[in-house]
């Protein structure tokens, strides 16, 4: 809480020269009372200066005060006191200022004690001593001054000639509060939100943070409005928000001036408008703001809301810079190495890059790890490049996660070591790193030496496909083609080496003992046309026709419109979603088989276009699929790929029609009959599962 020590010495130096208020005189004229004062008269003198005062004429003031203090007026030697302390119609004297508020003090006036107790707090014309301060304040607090209040809050809260406490500091706080004091009441605020002192609640942080903007305490007004922005304390609402920012702002807070500036240039709850950020960033960066300075660089660097103009930039860049902003540092480093504004110069970048680096700002580190591999505006120097990756990847920069993980899985600059690559990839990985996901899904296919783990691998080449890689796509495609042909040649084979010797030919053996795999496999060939077919896939989709298990006419149909539904097929419970019919006519095969087909074609769809969709399964010439099947499916395919938060729940809806909805780590899907012969489920959760059905349940039965 150094921020609030700083504002309490500040706001009771200022507090302090405040305009005593006017003292009841009797109906004298000025003639009358100069003559009562030139005559000695202690209160026409005091009563003169006062005069004097209002009139602004403050050495004729200070004589008469000085001449009315003498005599002992208490309020005449308070108000010489503050003459001296501020230099106000005499030379500032703070022994005279502290001598004339003891003298006052000593007869109960109380906003001289107070003074006298802000003067041994500050040990300013006495020496510094917080016991008195204490002792002072609470004989002024005594007498309900405001000020003093707040200074015993300052003192218990700092533990300044007491020992601290929070509670007692808060309760003195709410004492000047209570009475409009707009400083406590903007203390009182900060307790609530941090539970200093009192329990932690932002409802009465916000209520007293509102009292004290509506008082036009600046920094209250810009946090109410951050409250109202982010719905903290208080419902959200960007009317109100954008209200007290811009009072905040228009008032000379720049921590205001800088919000409005970001929220401008971001369009966060308003219309983007550069030429406002630009305004507010300005107003904050002229009053020294270092990231307000950096922000107005920025926009002059990409001419947004200006004129672009690169002098311009470096010049605010710099400015905040030279303040120690370690995020302006990189930026410069990345100007310098990327050549904006036509300014290459990779030594400058590399100095740039390590005064951010050393400061801990993450980007530079990498940027610096980087040039050390690249041997660019320093010398090459792979040990210090993973040196400085390491920096940056223990702040969890997943570049240089990646990149560490690649020296170590290679032995570049590290001592090899494979399985410290893979935390590093699986740090990177778990923050949407392409390079990283793709690299563990081969790692976990079993190549470089690794223990295979064929559902991580496929998990995560997964992760890296549905963000577009190319290459992920592509591995995907190639591994699946190969594992099921090979364990479907493998099975083919198996089964006839064993039963020829009953006088079977290979081929019979094969159809006769694993129809249901080409039903399977076949199907799925089938179902994902015009998919790319191997080889392979088309020579048992040939055989699985031949045999009389598929027909041509089995397939998977994309409707976009509800409407489009077959009039037989009543609309499912997702209608917004594009919906998936299969149209099975499959001879002699099962209805978890025609429960794959759906799901492989929605699965294909899903993977190809990022979106949920509807799932309609017609069951009608095999009414023998249930509710338990769809279970047992889903539960074992989820299973096998670890996923054990799951949680069926039933349900019954109109017409006594069950309902099942499966959680699958919280998420739910609906499962329901739609017209007793067809079941409609959303793909997602069937796309989690499908890979490990279609090869588990349609080969790892036949072993």
Request: charged letters at 25%.
């Amino acid at each position: 809480m150094n921020k609030l020590k700083i504002s309490a010495l500040i706001i009771l130096s200022l507090m302090l020269f405040s305009f005593h208020p006017a003292y009841s005189q009797e109906e004298k004229t000025f003639e009358q009372l100069t003559l009562s004062a030139e005559q000695g008269d202690a209160q026409a003198q005091y009563d003169l200066g006062f005069k004097y005062h209002t009139e602004e004429k403050y050495a004729e003031a200070a004589k008469w005060y000085l001449k009315s203090a003498n005599q002992g007026n208490a309020k005449a030697q308070d108000r010489i006191g503050d003459y001296y302390q501020f230099g106000v119609g005499v030379e500032k004297d703070m022994f005279q200022a502290a001598d004339w508020y003891s003298k006052a003090a000593e007869q109960g006036n109380s906003s001289a004690q107070v003074s006298l107790g802000i003067l041994y707090y500050n040990g300013q014309g006495i020496e510094k001593n917080y016991q008195k301060a204490m002792y002072w304040y609470q004989k002024s607090a005594l007498q309900g001054s405001i000020k003093a209040q707040y200074g015993i809050a300052v003192l218990y809260e700092f533990g300044l000639g007491v020992e601290k406490d929070y509670k007692k500091a808060a309760e003195w706080y709410e004492k000047a509060a209570e009475r409009g004091d707009t400083t406590s009441q903007y203390q009182l605020s900060r307790y609530y939100s941090q539970g200093v002192g009192v329990p932690q609640s932002d409802e009465e942080a916000f209520a007293w943070l509102l009292k004290a903007a509506k008082n036009n305490h600046v920094e209250a007004q810009n946090m109410v409005g951050n409250m109202y922005l982010n719905g903290q304390g208080i419902g959200e609402n960007e009317k109100e928000a954008f209200k007290w920012l811009e009072k905040s702002a228009n008032n000379g807070n720049v921590e205001a001036q800088f919000n409005l500036g970001l929220i401008y240039a971001k369009g966060e709850g308003v219309n983007e408008d550069e030429f406002k950020a630009v305004k507010f960033l300005r107003s904050a960066a002229e009053q020294g703001h270092s990231d307000a300075q950096l922000g107005l660089g920025l926009q002059y660097l990409d001419g947004q809301g200006v004129e672009k103009d690169f002098n311009e930039a470096l010049k605010w860049i710099e400015k905040s810079a030279e303040q120690g902003n370690s995020q302006a540092k990189n930026h410069l480093g990345e100007i310098y190495y990327f050549g904006k504004g036509g300014n290459k110069d990779l030594n400058l970048a590399a100095q740039w890059f390590r005064k951010s680096a050393v400061e801990g700002y993450a980007k530079a580190q990498y940027h610096l790890g980087l040039m050390y591999v690249e041997g660019t505006g320093v010398q090459k120097d792979l040990k210090e490049a993973a040196n400085w990756y390491l920096k940056a990847a223990e702040q969890g920069y997943a570049n240089a996660q990646f990149n560490l993980a690649n020296m170590y899985f290679n032995g570049t600059g590290v001592k090899q070591d494979k399985e410290e690559a893979i935390k590093w990839y699986l740090h990177a990985g778990k923050q949407g790193d392409v390079g990283a996901q793709f690299n563990l899904g081969v790692i976990y296919r079993g190549n470089n030496g690794a223990k295979a783990d064929p559902e991580k691998a496929d998990a995560w080449l997964r992760k890296a496909a549905n963000q577009g890689s190319e290459k992920a796509k592509k591995y995907i495609i190639d591994w699946d083609n190969e594992r099921i042909g090979s364990k479907v040649d493998a099975l083919i084979m198996s089964r006839s080496m064993r039963k020829t010797g009953q006088g079977h030919s290979v081929a019979d053996l094969t159809l006769d003992r694993t129809g249901d795999v080409l039903k399977s496999w076949g199907l799925r060939g089938i179902a994902t046309r015009p998919k790319v077919v191997t080889k392979e896939k088309k020579r048992f989709i040939q055989l699985a026709l031949n045999k009389g298990f598929i027909t041509e006419r089995m397939e998977g149909k994309l409707i976009s419109e509800p409407s489009n539904i077959p009039s037989s097929v009543e609309k499912g419970p997702f209608p917004s979603y594009v919906e998936c019919i299969a149209d099975a006519n499959v001879k002699g095969f099962s209805a978890e088989g025609k429960f794959i087909c759906a799901m492989d074609e929605a699965q294909n769809y899903t993977l190809n276009h990022s979106k949920s969709v509807g799932v309609y399964v017609n069951m009608e010439e095999n009414p023998d699929i249930t509710f338990s099947t769809i279970r047992s499916v889903l539960t074992q395919s989820f299973h096998k790929r670890g996923v054990t938060n799951l949680k069926f729940s039933s349900t019954q809806s109109e017409g006594n029609t069950t309902i099942i909805i499966l959680f699958v780590d919280g998420t739910p899907v609906e499962i329901r009959p739609l017209n007793g012969k067809i079941f409609g489920f959303v793909a997602r959760a069937a796309d989690m599962a499908l890979t490990v059905y279609k090869m588990n349940k349609a080969l790892n039965r036949h072993k």
